[in-house]
């Protein structure tokens, strides 16, 4: 992260500007809307398609998720995630104020917009907390979780606290549940007898919120340029998909190219140390399909070997998710990773046996060494990289600093005349 503090708002520029975004993933969709909202003129260079984005964003579970990452991340990812879940929210109101406003703009892009009507029936965001579960024999595991958690939650220090992530009062955020109040929140897991249900995680249709974004930006008059590999310097967007690369100039230049800015090793310069290295880290999911089975939250099923999660979409859908393997190999989900994550599924209810498999997606988190984001800028361009497994929980606090940012270096200097002695 930048120097800039998280509290910190910022504040829109009034002269609009002309903004070059590379990378049409979850930054870059997310910078190019709120930016193109407070009236900046903003072309977004995506490498692939538009509709079929191949970035994490589209492979992504959607999770956010701030209680159960504290356990194996630092604290500020646990802080920015809090400040996060405040931002969804609003800005999840505004989306759809926009959708509604820009109607008339949509149906002249022959955009399909029922979307009201549809948000009524799966909500795009939805704050209905997790649970997390574990087989008899693997008790130890959740106590450890459990404890683990605690610890964490207690060791946050008073002074470097959010208003949202305020020493947290461990039992109104973390519910012990026997059997009869599992049965009660998820009653497709009655047979499990322990878990722990972390009240305020929350979770997001990642890939509708994708295209409604995409949507807006269109109604917003975003300059969407796709199929177009980039190249970005201060103030310049070099487009790589000719022979002939073409530059186009900037007042600023917003780098969200995820693991496409990914700097070869003998390309780093000496004074770079292997912390600012990005890095790809494999993940793989299965979508299925189940009639038989309703969840209304994530779960978590705690096992030694495999940490799996079911995330409930939309249509009886789910992801399961997700390996972590330490490679930027894209290649399709081996064997061994279908058949963990199929049996670990089943055996939170076997009646996901009859279950439809979908879809195998495998994408890598774009991470730096020490797995923390960053927002780093320099006169005519910002960069913002390494939100590894924390995209969807971090991706509001990470644009807001990207604003900031920008804010801070289209500022105009101001000169104080010092008196002449
Ligand atoms: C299996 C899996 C599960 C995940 N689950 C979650 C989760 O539950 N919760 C959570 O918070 N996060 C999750 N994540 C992480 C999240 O997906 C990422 O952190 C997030 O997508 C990163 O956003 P980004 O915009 O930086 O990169 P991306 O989303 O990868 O977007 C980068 C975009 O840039 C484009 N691009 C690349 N190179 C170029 C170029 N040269 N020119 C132009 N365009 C280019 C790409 O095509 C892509 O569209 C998961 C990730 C994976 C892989």
New binding site residues.
């Given amino acids: 992260m930048s120097n800039h503090s998280i509290h910190e708002k910022p504040t829109p520029l009034t002269t609009p500007l002309n903004i070059g975004i590379?990378?049409?993933?979850?930054?870059?969709r997310l910078s190019a809307w709120q930016l193109a909202r407070q009236g900046h003129d903003v072309a977004l260079?995506?490498?692939?398609t538009f509709d079929h984005?191949?970035?994490?964003?589209?492979?992504?579970?959607?999770?956010?998720?701030p209680l159960s990452e504290i356990v194996h991340c630092p604290l500020p990812i646990y802080e920015m995630g809090m400040r996060s879940l405040e931002i969804w929210p609003r800005w999840m109101q505004t989306l759809q104020n926009d959708l509604n406003n820009m109607a008339d703009s949509l149906a002249e892009t022959n955009t399909p917009l029922k979307f009201a009507h549809l948000d009524s029936e799966h909500s795009l965001y939805r704050q209905a907390g997790s649970l997390v579960v574990a087989h008899p024999q693997d008790w130890a595991e959740l106590s450890q979780f459990r404890a683990d958690l605690k610890q964490k939650l207690s060791s946050l220090n008073p002074s470097h606290q959010t208003a949202s992530a305020a020493r947290p009062q461990f039992e109104a955020r973390i519910e012990d549940c026997n059997q009869q109040r599992l049965a009660v929140l998820e009653p497709a897991l009655e047979h499990f007898q322990q878990g722990l249900y972390l009240t305020q995680e929350a979770?997001i249709d990642n890939r509708r919120l994708l295209n409604r974004l995409l949507s807006l930006l269109k109604a917003l008059n975003v300059n969407l340029i796709e199929n177009?590999?980039?190249?970005c310097e201060p103030h310049i967007i070099t487009t790589?998909h000719s022979n002939r690369p073409t530059a186009h100039t900037f007042d600023c230049v917003i780098d969200?190219?995820?693991?496409?800015?990914q700097v070869k090793n003998d390309e780093l310069s000496a004074d770079r140390t292997c912390k600012h290295m990005l890095r790809g880290v494999r993940?793989?999911?299965l979508m299925v399909q189940s009639s038989e089975i309703t969840l209304n939250r994530p779960v978590r099923l705690m096992h030694p070997r495999y940490k799996l999660y079911v995330?409930p979409k939309p249509n009886q859908h789910f992801v399961i998710?997700?390996t972590e393997i330490e490679s930027d190999d894209m290649s399709p989900m081996s064997l061994q990773s279908n058949l963990e994550l199929s049996s670990a599924l089943y055996t939170i209810n076997p009646a996901f046996s009859e279950a439809r498999i979908i879809e195998q997606?495998v994408?890598?988190?774009?991470a730096f060494m020490d797995n923390l984001p960053r927002v780093q800028s320099q006169d005519g361009l910002i960069s913002?990289?390494g939100?590894?497994?924390?995209?969807?929980?971090?991706?509001p606090v990470i644009v807001e600093d990207v604003l900031s940012q920008l804010t801070s270096l289209m500022r105009p200097t101001t000169f104080h005349a010092q008196p002449i002695s």
């Avoid at 260079?45 to 692939?48: A, I, K, L, T």
């Avoid at 939100?387 to 991706?395: A, I, Q, V």
Wanted: proline fraction near 5%; include cysteine; charged fraction near 10%.
């Fill in positions: 590379a990378g049409g993933g979850l930054l870059g260079f995506e490498s692939h984005p191949k970035g994490a964003c589209w492979t992504a579970a959607g999770m956010i998720s979770d177009t590999p980039v190249m790589l969200c190219r995820g693991l496409g800015a993940g793989e999911v995330v998710g997700a997606s994408n890598c988190r774009p913002a990289n939100l590894y497994r924390h995209g969807y929980l971090l991706s």
